[in-house]
């Protein structure tokens, strides 16, 4: 798959991180920032930049990463055809993709270890999207993203 990454500055470090883990599964990584420094910038940039590409098709899936995960969600599901998941363990990086078809996931730089960032990207990348009745239910979403428009 071809994945985007972007962090704000509080996930620099943790970008690199899951861009190395990424890179070890097998897939290629589009780096999207912020870039070599923890000068403050500001989340929504970088959320809108991979939520647009996921969207468009431009790449398969897109990783995001601030202090909580919180405000990069928001920004990122903004973003029509987005469907950004702030995933805090294992079972949520499963279930926004089985359930949710997923395409952003969002991850805390602060209150998740090393050891469960793993773990959910891990989960989050490896799990496919059930389909079915789900299917219907992601359309849904996808009419209410029509409807505003």
Not at 1 to 19: C, F, P, T
Not at 66 to 75: D, K
Not at 76 to 105: I, Q
Not at 107 to 112: F, G, T
Request: charge should be negative.
């Amino acid at each position: 798959m071809n994945i985007s990454i972007a962090s704000d500055h509080r996930g620099l470090d943790v970008k690199e991180e899951i861009r190395r883990l990424v890179e070890g599964m097998g897939h290629s990584v589009k780096d999207e920032g912020a870039f070599h420094s923890e000068e403050r910038v500001d989340y929504p940039d970088y959320a809108a930049a991979v939520a647009k590409q996921v969207a468009s098709g431009q790449v398969d899936r897109g990783i995001l990463i601030c202090a909580t995960g919180i405000g990069m969600s928001i920004a990122a599901n903004k973003v029509p055809g987005a469907r950004a998941a702030n995933c805090t363990c294992t079972d949520f990086a499963e279930y926004s993709r089985r359930h949710n078809n997923a395409n952003v996931l969002c991850l805390s730089a602060d209150y998740l270890d090393r050891a469960a960032r793993s773990e959910i990207v891990e989960s989050w990348l490896q799990t496919e999207f059930e389909g079915g009745r789900h299917a219907t239910r992601v359309q849904k979403i996808q009419q209410i993203e029509q409807d505003q428009t």
